[in-house]
T-cell receptor, first 116, second 111 residues
């Protein structure tokens, strides 16, 4: 149980284009979903927290107009990197939480983004 | 400032050589401490949650313990397949379920 999927697993795009990454909880309903980015040999950096049907809460320093998050249902959240640039190249990982009180998050396999 | 510090940064063991990884935390109001395993190029895999000092949890060759200031992940007789980065994270007493992660310990077990 508690399986989270991400699609695509990797994507290469040209600078200036937008990229959408999907995160799905496959066997449970997620009250909250999270988006992280991870640079090589570094830990996870939380970008934003999203609850179904409401606006995402972005961490300090994360541009909400650049990283658009939509949490349309209890099993799907999307992250759109708008007008991507090479510095946006990174490993993006989503996670989902069943119970807000427990804190336990289940992570997706990640999406590697390379912007040329 | 709340902090989560993991040590060592990297650890190399021979197969069968038991050891421990450390996660120390300075947070105001701990609701839970989590251990995850992350393989290269993959998302973290949930291992354990610990909620109170004195609590212990086991899974195969891994045992996690918690005190008021730190947590240990004990690895007994490790195998090469235990090689991974082990991440510690804390859930604090706030209105949200966000986790604060340490930088991880990269474990390499040689045959």
């Amino acid at each position: 149980g508690a399986v989270v999927s991400q699609h695509p697993s990797w994507v290469i795009c040209k600078s200036g284009t937008s990229v959408k990454i999907e995160c799905r909880s496959l066997d449970f309903q997620a009250t909250t979903m999270f988006w992280y980015r991870q640079f090589p040999k570094q830990s996870l950096m939380l970008m934003a927290t999203s609850n179904e049907g409401s606006k995402a809460t972005y961490e300090q320093g994360v541009e909400k107009d650049k990283f658009l998050i939509n949490h349309a249902s209890l099993t799907l959240s999307t992250l759109t990197v708008t007008s991507a640039h090479p510095e946006d190249s990174s490993f993006y990982i989503c996670s989902a939480s069943v119970n807000r009180g427990s804190g336990t998050q289940y992570f997706g396999p990640g999406t590697r983004l390379l912007v040329l | 400032e709340d902090q989560v510090t993991q040590s060592p940064e990297a650890l190399r063991l021979q197969e069968g050589e038991s050891s421990s990884l450390n996660c120390s935390y300075t947070v105001s109001g701990l609701r839970g401490l989590f251990w995850y395993r992350q393989d290269p190029g993959k998302g973290p895999e949930f291992l354990f949650t610990l909620y109170s000092a004195g609590e212990e949890k086991e899974k195969e060759r891994l045992k996690a313990t918690l005190t008021k200031k730190e947590s240990f992940l004990h690895i007994t007789a490790p195998k090469p397949e235990d090689s991974a980065t082990y991440l510690c994270a804390v859930h604090m007493n706030s209105g949200y379920s966000t986790l604060t992660f340490g930088k991880g310990t990269m474990l390499l077990v040689s045959p």
